[in-house]
């Protein structure tokens, strides 16, 4: 017996599910999508390890930082084969994250992780990221993505986000100068964002491991009560509010992201100093079609829907009433939606009828 | 037939496999995690959407960002059910890659993405991240521990790390000053860090989908040329050179973190300017016992080990020959690996015996 034949056959990395070449190919194929977004901040062609910004002229600057995913909506766009947008959820969601307290967007990194994505579905996720970074005026200037076979299952990956940005330390918005009596606003949101997709899908059986061509079937139906698609009613890109709210920054005392955590109530909580609460009026807004038909499909009980998803509102923010009509002229989709008051006991935010 | 009996049983996000509640106490729990890595600049108590950390005085302050996951690492730590130490990984990869533009850490961010894993287990992810922080001295402030069902089997789980430095915009090292005849240092690595897993796991038949009691076996055998077994040797964490390579900065002209994309070979080349290139002598140093393991076991070509492996360096780095006794005298480990010379051809980097 020869040594050869006792052996077993040659392992290499590319066999074992990793190929450094096509690496290497696809970052070469995505630095026109970053360099797209890159400010004069950007200092290219150092650190290849790294990426580097030149942090501009500040008094008393704070870097405000967030990461998050897009979650589980990650299995509605792979199961749709939509793989543009969800880099535009990835981005506006970190985006809204830290203007919560006025922060300006800097730059950005994403991380996607997938055992079997193409190259043309890695791009498209990219290309997503750098469009919505050019809308903020973000720089993408990193990222990862990593070929982990045996973690992910065929078609599936995930999708992570870094963003950083800055603000004057006199200009944090942290909720602090809240009083009661001061009025609550809204911005609507554009769908589920990026909350609430573990319940959404397994209301509608899609994304929970069954025939992909069943659940495809099932995201293809055009309910009526929805202009588009389930799927497309889905996918719907999380919003970005920055445009809106960057020009009243200053006039804004509290800023909620209605995002995981408890949805409106659990966010508006969140800005809310000691000693105040919230009361937030469900008649001031229509809940749109999607989330109504969510609750009918899962029979969703009704304070389960409020829990967990946004329900319409997208951000809720605090300003004295005196404000309110001058913000309204200048954000006319800005709703009054409750308002601050004392808090009695536990409750910080009671969503009502008629608040 | 009343309409109750028509109706789907309710559905709720926990039963959809998100609990709210938990991830609020979990939130909680790690909160004094974080807190132990918090320097005078983090801004506590102020945007839970985001966290802020004030800089400090600098002239022309650059900020140094990175993103990376510990790859398929993970699939070793959740086989040998230790969770403590991965996040030590997390961290110093981040670390290791902005040092190599002379950068300091300022702050990490991390992302954990699971649908089973336990709070514990979390909890002891979240306190490796701490425990790195803390020797890096960067502030842990913020992170998302993801719910995902569906995405992620039970067991597995993806941890990604954001970490964002500063340096001096005079003080990058970026590989300009590197001239033909510099010499080449190196120091160890202390395993294959994060690199080479899903090459290793192949090999060993570990964290492939097969009989987990059968895999855990494999990781429990102590081959005779390890001092532990191979689940701790493949675990070893990967070790930060911040201490080593801090005060020595100025005297650096070319940084390279021995990651993946290349191992040595593809590291080593991004670090050179146009025109150089290295010559690096493989009996320079000894590779460590558990790569000439991987290699047998997997009857992996020489190349192929090169090519994906760190091989036993961790980091090289390109100095003026007249300061490689000072250099070695304040870091003992450092080894003389190689040295610049001209390039010829396509060739960057020949890793060679007897260069």
């Not at 995505?30 to 501009?56: N, Q």
């Not at 038909?293 to 029979?299: A, S, Y």
Request: negative net charge; contains cysteine; charged residues 25%.
């Amino acid at each position: 017996m020869t040594r050869s034949e006792t052996e077993p056959p040659p392992l290499t990395y590319a066999a074992a599910g990793v190929d450094d070449e096509a690496a290497r190919r696809f970052v070469e194929r995505i630095r026109p999508l970053a360099r797209s977004t890159h400010r004069p901040e950007v200092l290219a062609g150092v650190g290849p390890f790294a990426g580097l910004f030149r942090l501009g002229a500040y008094r008393e600057p704070v870097l405000v930082a967030s990461t998050d995913s897009v979650g589980t909506k990650v299995k509605i766009a792979a199961l749709m084969g939509r793989y543009d947008t969800i880099g535009i959820d990835l981005v506006n969601q970190s985006v809204n994250d830290i203007l919560t307290v006025g922060a300006e967007p800097l730059f950005f990194l994403d991380y996607i992780a997938s055992a079997t994505l193409s190259e043309d579905e890695k791009a498209a996720l990219v290309a997503g990221v750098a469009s919505a970074c050019r809308e903020a005026g973000c720089a993408l200037i990193g990222g990862e993505t990593a070929t982990m076979p045996d973690l992910y299952a065929p078609g599936d990956f995930d999708f992570v986000g870094f963003i950083v940005g800055v603000v004057e330390r006199d200009a944090i918005i942290d909720g602090s100068r809240i009083r009661e009596g001061d009025a609550l606003l809204a911005l609507p949101s554009s769908g589920l964002h990026t909350n609430g997709y573990s319940l959404a899908r397994r209301v509608f059986s899609v994304g929970v491991g069954g025939d992909p061509a069943a659940e495809r079937a099932r995201l293809e139906r055009v309910y009526p009560e929805l202009s588009v698609s389930l799927g497309e009613a889905l996918l719907m890109p999380h919003r970005s509010y920055l445009r809106e709210l960057r020009p009243l920054f200053s006039h804004l005392k509290g800023i909620a992201h209605i995002t995981g955590g408890g949805a409106i109530e659990g966010n508006v909580a969140r800005m809310l100093p000691e000693g105040l609460a919230a009361r937030i009026d469900r008649s001031a807004w229509e809940v749109p079609a999607i989330f109504r038909l969510i609750q009918r499909e899962g029979n969703v009980p009704e304070e389960e829907m409020w829990r967990t998803f946004n329900m319409g509102l997208g951000l809720v923010f605090a300003v004295d009433p005196a404000d309110v009509a001058a913000l309204r002229s200048s954000v006319p989709e800005a709703l009054v939606v409750g308002e601050v008051v004392r808090a009695e006991g536990q409750e910080r935010v009671r969503v009502e009828y008629g608040a």
